[in-house]
């Protein structure tokens, strides 16, 4: 949104985020000073602000008609059915000779991931601490 502050160059930009705002002022006070509007060129600008505004508001518009409400429907039914599926299979148990495969496999020298653990670390413990 912008906001005249006295003389016609003279206006402050609120509340756009950095990269739409640096657009808006380039389009108003950078060369060429002219944009098209959907009526026609633009000069002012105020009447240019006002194009780039309804600009962005047809961009961000939702599109409603573009919602087919029986393949909505459709779709969350396949995803209910496949959630049911998934719940009714039951995880196998883990095998901690399996685990420890796993952890002899890591590669050294990587940092270590959110549980604060090095690989290093994980290739030493022993069958006890995998259990």
């Known amino acids: 949104m912008l906001t ?8 402050t930009v609120v509340m756009i ?3 739409i705002g640096d657009m808006v002022i380039e389009a108003l006070y950078s060369s ?3 944009i098209q509007g959907e009526n026609g060129m633009k000069y002012e600008a105020q009447e240019k602000a006002e194009t780039i505004a309804d600009s962005l508001e047809k961009q961000f518009e939702p ?4 919602i087919n409400e029986d393949l909505l429907k ?3 039914n396949i995803i209910k059915q496949k959630l049911q599926k998934k719940n009714k ?8 000779t399996e685990v ?4 002899k496999k890591l590669p050294n020298n990587k940092a270590p991931g959110p549980d604060s ?6 290739k030493r413990l022993p069958p006890q601490a995998i259990e």
Request: avoid cysteine; glycine fraction near 2%; aromatic fraction near 8%.
């Open 4 to 11: 005249p502050m006295g003389s016609q160059q003279d206006y």
């Open 100 to 103: 420890a495969k796993i952890f």
């Open 117 to 122: 653990f090095p690989n290093e670390a994980l």
């Open 89 to 96: 299979l039951k995880p196998s148990k883990i095998n901690t």
């Open 32 to 34: 060429p000073r002219i």
């Open 74 to 76: 459709e779709t969350r």
């Open 63 to 66: 599109h409603h008609q573009l």
């Open 17 to 19: 985020p950095t990269q």
